[in-house]
């Protein structure tokens, strides 16, 4: 048992009964009858409570401070930029960059909405393309469902290629030490090739029957871009706070910064030019209105989650549950990664990624001393962000951002359906695994 | 004083499974803004009007329900025909599709007080309706109210 345990409730053993915690709150979550923060934070609380973990050992130890400072101030960038209006702006500018070609526009969509949210949460991005491809699609007289289907894939895997694209990949950066260039070093390369690979099926199923009249193309092509800019001030503002954050991500090993203390520092920057020409009553109206679009539900979720999966740890779970993996490859590195990306893969597009990852995370650590420490398991650590982030593309309910686009479709009166969805979806998210795993295998096993 | 003493009974209304067509004909005929949606036993089901056929008149996508970060709509430049044929593609289509089933209506022994607030925050005429049967009882309209308070004749 680890150090930072209390004495357990009526001297129970705190394996058990944090096994059985553990266990309620991944079953309630995966129910969803309940929102998962308060799921989380039920869980959080009666493991303290029930004497596992103490409050201090929880807080000091548990809770991933630098992955919920990365998570928020991104978040708070993100709602202030998004006003100026130059998400619209590019997705605009890309559709007429193609002469408004039904087939060109998807594509284009696609790639818009991989590069975004490799640097934007994957929900941010559907909110910020979804609408205006509703927008395209009804102009041009043409179904949306196969561009939205394509941006959700897209949206997944480009979440997949950066160290803030996707919250995965937010905790595993945090929790190893990996910086966002080895996560660019390591994942951007097969992340590119996934979406081009995906987009070759799409062409066959959807794409080579797109077609729209020259007056429907007209109409898009009649679209100014330059006018989605609500506010030009604020459009440099955000891009030059935007390209200093990436910068600092980039430089972050140099200069002994972590992800959250650059997140934060451009949350705090661009507040500051957001704010500082506004009088005291306008500034705390906009900054409450700010603080009000970070996604709390995702952050209380986290932090409640950390604690969970820590109680776990500190009880020996995960210890007890790595040395039976490591006993099932048989100590092999290559066949555990495998099975962590398959696995993984397989286990997101069923369950939130999100819980999955926080319990992988100690699981993998624990697994180091067989393989001869930390520096060995790197190709582990890949394997287990490709398959949690690309897992997410197999059902409608694998990742958050599936189901945003699902709702807001179905609003809009052109409703995405599980089965149907499942049927395409999952062959090409089993296609997307396939490719990571000859990537895995050819650049880490050779 | 209550909401039923206010409200004009028996206002103009149009059944469910009336044209979108019709529906705005009867806007016409009557010089009214919004009338309620009724199914053939009299029930309330709807209001609808010209703030609800606006919105079918815009792109979809511009008028989702909920947070999806839209934005507004300067770089579309749709032509007064384009919006015409967009109207036109949907007047055979059964006006409930347009009528805004989510306002609940009134209870006729509503306070004046609370009536007035709720026209207040609603910005139009409100439909008041038994609410053991849901039949609709009768229309506050901001005339109604207008005339009401200054003793002016309507």
Redesign the interface.
Known sequence: MHESAGHVLFGLNPFWVSLALFTVTYVAIVTERLNRAIIALIGAVLMIMSGVITQQAALRDGVDFNTLGLLTGMMVIVAIT??C?I???VA?WSAKKVNADPWGILVMLALVTAVFSAFLDNV?TV??V??????IT??LKVDPYPYLFTEIFAANIGGTATLIGDPPNIMIGSATGLTFNDFVWHLTPVVAVILLATLVPIYFFWGRKLSATAEARA?VM???????I?DPRLLKQSLAVLALVILGFVLAHPLHLEPATIAMAGAAALLLLDNFAHNAERQSEQVHKTFGEVEWVTIFFFLGLFIVVYGIESAGVLKWLANRVVELTGGNLALTAQAILWVSAIASAIVDNIPFVATMIPLIQSMAPVYGGMQHIEPLWWALSLGACLGGNGTLIGASANLIVA??AE???YPIRFLPFLLMAFPLMLLSIGISSGYLYLRYFM | MTCQTVMLPDPVTVLDSASLASAIDLLFRHRIKNLPVVDTNGLYKGLFGIHTLVRHVLPRAATLDGDTHMGDLAFVHDSLENLKERLASRLGEPVLRFADTALRPLAPNMSLVETLLHLHRSHHNLPVADPDSGRLLGLVTYWGILTMLTGRPA
């Open positions: 998004r006003k209006g998400f619209q702006y605009v941010t909110l910020l979804a609408p205006v491809t509703l927008l009804e102009e109409r009649q679209f100014n871009e330059r006018e989605a609500t709702g807001m609003r809009a009166g």
